[in-house]
Structure formats: C-alpha cells, structure tokens
C-alpha cells in the first residue's frame, strides 16, 4: 500500500512564500502530498500550474485539488449549474496543467427540496461530461457534512458507480461522516463498504469537527479526537494489503503540524509513507 499525506493548503510554516516554499517545507516534514484549495476561485492559471506541477514532481509532492465550494450540481437554476461546471472543470483543467496524481475534489450540491434520486442523477450526467472532457484527470465526489447536501458515503459511491469511470472516484472525507452520523463513525465498516464495491485507491480527508444537528460546523484540530485518527490508522494497517495506496489530505486548521502528528501515529502502526 503506498501512503501519501499531505495538507490541504500552502504549509504555514514554509520558510518561503508560494508552493515551492510549501513543497521545500513538506520535504523536510517528510510528508509527499499536499491538496490545493480553490475555495473562493480557480486562482491558478494554466501556464503557472504546469510550473506548480514540476516543482511538486521534482521534490516528489503528489498533488490534489479542491474545487471552488460554490458548486451545485442539483441546482434547477441553470445558471447557478452552468457556473457550478465552469468551476468545476477549470480546476479539472488546472488538474491536467499540473499532471495530479490526486483527484480533483467536488462537494456536488444540495437537495433544495429534490428528490435524491434526481439529484444522483443530475450528478452522474454531470461526470459523464467530466470524464470524458478530461480523461487524463481525476474527478473525486466527496462526502458531505451537512444533511442538507447531497453526499452520505452510500450516495457517493452508488453515484461513481453509476458512472462507471476509472476517473471519476469516491473522496472519502471522515469528519464529514462523523458529522452527519452525530459524533459516531465505524472506521473499519466505512474501510470495507468502499473495498465492496471494487475500489483499491483511496483518497480520503480528516480532522477532528464541531457539528450540530444539521451536520458539519467547523474542522478542528485533531488533538479534539472528534474523530480521532488512530483508530483510522489501525483500520488501514489491518487492510493495507488490499489497498493499492492511500491518498490522505489533513484539513485541520493547522495543517501541516497535524500531519506530523499523523505521520507519527501512522508510523506508530507500523505504516511508511512512499
């Protein structure tokens, strides 16, 4: 099983501004991913991110995209859909300027009172166009936090497996799960339900997270253990010979001393990064 982690964002400690800086200061963490976040806008432009992506293969980074959180791919609006798939596929374009290895990570949208089989439905004809605009290029639905959002663990995989594509994948983001299931996670079942359905690589978010009953409020720092994140490591030691690799990005909001602290657990488990 090869393991990457990595945190979602620029490290805060580079000595350097920018990614070369981030990458530098990964390198001397001893962590090889980081996720690039384009919360607001896809602030990279194309000539810049295929830079981006050789400093990051040249110091060994694998790379990952969070697309623009302004997207709803169940939205009746077509305006409101029409700029959901413009942002969603400039950073899927950002994505092939780079050559990411990771996925490109999409929150697909919201019920706003449709059923969840025409929302799942709206999603898989959205990545029927994705993967086939931009078949060099992953596109990772990612499982959402609030109730109100299209996005449990079993509507994300049923919605890939639909589609049907090597390119369009599962993110698996275990905070938003604990979330929605109220401050509960089985990490060894969550493992499992995504091995069922064929899947080997997994690319998957942690923190800890506040939550109400409408689902996720804020990440938190893992020290909160809301989840906590050994019993994770464990659960992936006792499969590790059924996953090809592990994608792992740390949205704590302090990044990178939070991946330390989890490469530490990881190694505690007997794990290594590749």
Do not use: W
């Not at 001397?28 to 919360?39: C, I």
């Not at 090597?166 to 905070?175: E, G, L, T």
């Not at 998957?204 to 253990?225: V, Y």
Request: charged share 25%; proline share 4%; net charge negative.
């Amino acid at each position: 099983m090869k393991l990457y982690l990595g945190p979602a964002g620029y490290c805060a400690s580079a000595k350097e501004g920018g990614a070369l800086g981030s990458f530098m200061r990964l390198n001397e963490l001893g962590l090889n991913a980081q996720e690039l976040e384009f919360v607001q806008q896809v602030y990279l432009k194309r000539d810049a991110a295929v830079e981006v992506g050789r400093q990051a293969a040249e110091r060994k980074i694998r790379l990952s995209i969070h697309a623009p959180y302004f997207i709803n791919l169940c939205s009746q609006e077509k305006e409101k859909l029409a700029a959901s798939k413009k942002r969603i596929a400039d950073s899927l374009d950002r994505a092939e300027a780079l050559q990411a290895e990771g996925p490109v990570v999409v929150h697909p949208g919201f019920f706003q009172k449709r059923p969840e089989s025409e929302c799942m439905q709206a999603v898989v004809d959205a990545c029927f166009e994705f993967s086939a605009a931009y078949p060099r290029v992953v596109l990772g639905l990612e499982t959402t936090g609030k109730h109100s959002a299209f996005g449990s663990l079993a509507e994300i995989l049923e919605t890939c497996s639909r589609v049907g594509r090597k390119n369009v994948v599962p993110v698996v983001d275990f905070a938003h799960i604990y979330a929605r299931n109220n401050g509960r996670i089985d990490f060894g079942a969550v493992l499992d339900e995504f091995l069922s359905y064929g899947y080997t690589s997994l690319s998957a978010h942690f923190s800890s997270i506040n939550f109400s009953e409408k689902g996720e409020l804020n990440h938190l720092p893992i020290s909160e253990n809301k989840p906590p994140f050994a019993p994770l490591a464990a659960e992936l030691k006792k499969r590790s010979s059924k996953f090809d690799s592990v994608h792992l990005i740390c949205e704590s909001p302090l990044l990178e001393d939070d991946c330390a602290r989890m490469k530490a657990i990881i190694e505690e488990e007997g794990l290594k990064l590749a």
